[in-house]
């Protein structure tokens, strides 16, 4: 089998049944076994004492937090229930310092962690940006309460009584090939030298594999022939599904959109290996299904 891209493959329980279940997550919430991560301004917070790891929260560490904040139930793991916590009124330094960590960008450290932690952080950190941005019904405007474990939002108007639910946002990232050269891009706010795969959101009413094409289309001007998935990946950056394939170019011809696109061009293996040896190509984050998909190609096939 092959191996998870980074955020994929935590596999914990995520117990989506036992969320409406009102008393046992308020047990859970007391419970000294329980585990909290909190989450600051969408960053995660991890131990102080070397290389990092996530520096979970005890149920008495964490109970300054849980009355000025959002608590998420992310589920279960070596029966312990695991939630994420908003830092919200409180100091976040003094948060940090008492548990011995730092709040830090999740991009950072995402790649080094066990799957399992990076697949709850990454999960945490969704759900907060969430709840932070649904603080008030999309249709009527009035506030909304958590339910559900913090896995719903409800309007509180009883005219109105909307229900809410987290949303993820699909995107398509695509490894393009003709011959024996890969297409990739760059835009003009990356560090110089640094090309990627191309990507993009999918639109309402349109198929992944139809996304990819336009995407490529609009961006470089080229045509596709067969389009073929390869993985997928959370990206809560802030929340999205990437969702990776490989495709075939009808023929080399090139036409950036520059509103898109600051260059695209077309790479030969040694092309790479010589951007990469003499420091003048960066290639995209380990973090990101973009790199794989490259360095996959680079050795001599997309795995």
Same mark, same amino acid.
């Given at each position: 089998?092959?191996?998870?891209?980074?955020?994929?493959?935590?596999?914990?329980?995520?117990?989506?049944?036992?969320?409406?279940?009102?008393?046992?997550?308020?047990?859970?919430?007391?419970?000294?076994?329980?585990?909290?991560?909190?989450? &600051?301004?969408?960053?995660?917070?991890?131990?102080?004492?070397?290389?990092?790891?996530?520096?979970?929260?005890?149920?008495?560490?964490?109970?300054?937090?849980?009355?000025?904040?959002?608590?998420?139930?992310?589920?279960?793991?070596?029966?312990?229930?695991?939630?994420?916590? =908003?830092?919200?009124?409180?100091?976040?330094?003094?948060?940090?310092?008492?548990?011995?960590?730092?709040?830090?960008?999740?991009?950072?450290?995402?790649?080094?962690?066990?799957?399992?932690?990076?697949?709850?952080?990454?999960?945490?950190?969704?759900?907060?940006?969430?709840?932070?941005?649904?603080?008030?019904?999309?249709?009527?405007?009035?506030?909304?309460? +958590?339910?559900?474990?913090?896995?719903?939002?409800?309007?509180?108007?009883?005219?109105?009584?909307?229900?809410?639910?987290?949303?993820?946002?699909?995107?398509?990232?695509?490894?393009?090939?003709?011959?024996?050269?890969?297409?990739?891009?760059?835009?003009?706010?990356?560090?110089?030298?640094?090309?990627?795969?191309?990507?993009?959101?999918? =639109?309402?009413?349109?198929?992944?594999?139809?996304?990819?094409?336009?995407? +490529?289309? =609009?961006?470089?001007?080229?045509?596709?022939?067969?389009?073929?998935?390869?993985?997928?990946?959370? &990206?809560?950056?802030?929340?999205?599904?990437?969702?990776?394939?490989?495709?075939?170019?009808?023929?080399?011809?090139?036409?950036?959109?520059?509103? =898109?696109?600051?260059?695209?061009?077309?790479?030969?293996?040694?092309?790479?290996?010589?951007?990469?040896?003499?420091?003048?190509?960066?290639?995209?984050?380990?973090?990101?299904?973009?790199?794989?998909?490259?360095?996959? &190609?680079?050795?001599?096939? +997309?795995?």
């Amino acid at each position: 089998m092959a191996q998870p891209n980074i955020f994929a493959g935590a596999r914990f329980d995520r117990a989506a049944l036992l969320r409406r279940d009102g008393d046992w997550i308020g047990e859970r919430l007391r419970d000294p076994a329980s585990r909290f991560a909190p989450v &600051w301004q969408l960053k995660n917070l991890f131990a102080a004492d070397g290389e990092p790891r996530v520096r979970w929260l005890t149920a008495d560490e964490a109970a300054p937090l849980l009355g000025a904040g959002t608590a998420v139930f992310l589920g279960m793991d070596d029966g312990a229930a695991h939630f994420a916590v =908003e830092v919200g009124h409180e100091d976040p330094a003094d948060v940090a310092l008492a548990a011995g960590g730092e709040f830090e960008e999740l991009r950072r450290h995402g790649s080094i962690l066990p799957p399992r932690d990076a697949g709850m952080l990454a999960f945490a950190r969704g759900m907060m940006h969430w709840h932070a941005r649904h603080r008030f019904c999309g249709v009527c405007g009035e506030p909304t309460e +958590v339910r559900d474990a913090g896995h719903v939002r409800a309007c509180t108007a009883p005219a109105c009584g909307a229900v809410h639910f987290p949303r993820t946002d699909p995107a398509v990232i695509m490894l393009v090939t003709h011959e024996d050269r890969a297409l990739l891009g760059r835009q003009s706010s990356w560090d110089a030298g640094r090309y990627s795969t191309l990507a993009g959101f999918v =639109e309402p009413g349109e198929s992944l594999e139809d996304a990819v094409a336009r995407e +490529v289309w =609009e961006e470089a001007g080229v045509r596709l022939g067969e389009v073929r998935y390869h993985s997928s990946q959370p &990206w809560p950056f802030p929340s999205s599904l990437m969702v990776g394939f490989t495709a075939e170019a009808a023929d080399e011809r090139i036409e950036v959109d520059h509103d =898109e696109l600051e260059d695209a061009r077309w790479f030969t293996r040694d092309d790479l290996r010589r951007g990469l040896a003499g420091g003048t190509l960066l290639l995209p984050s380990p973090i990101s299904i973009s790199h794989r998909l490259v360095t996959g &190609w680079l050795e001599g096939g +997309v795995r």
